[in-house]
């Protein structure tokens, strides 16, 4: 993966934003409580803009193969 990354010495194993220490579940979180990707960012500046987005497709790839993270991504 290019934007996500499990190991167990980093949050216990959680899938993380490569680089960091933010779950991904956490971003998801954020986004089901209807926060903009810009507003994420503020919170989270550490990963780029570019970099939450390819993450956020990696994890939609990973629940649901069949559905394109990319195309749920463009606006």
Do not use: C, F, N
Request: glycine share 10%; charged share 25%.
């Amino acid at each position: 993966m290019k934007y996500l990354s499990s190991t167990p010495d980093i949050m216990g194993g959680d899938l993380v934003i490569k680089g960091t220490r933010i779950p991904v579940e956490v971003i998801l979180y954020r986004l089901k409580d209807g926060y903009w990707l810009d507003e994420i960012h503020e919170l989270y500046p550490t990963p780029t803009l570019d970099t939450l987005k390819g993450a956020i497709g990696e994890a939609i790839d990973l629940l649901t193969p069949s559905l394109h993270g990319k195309a749920v991504l463009q606006t």
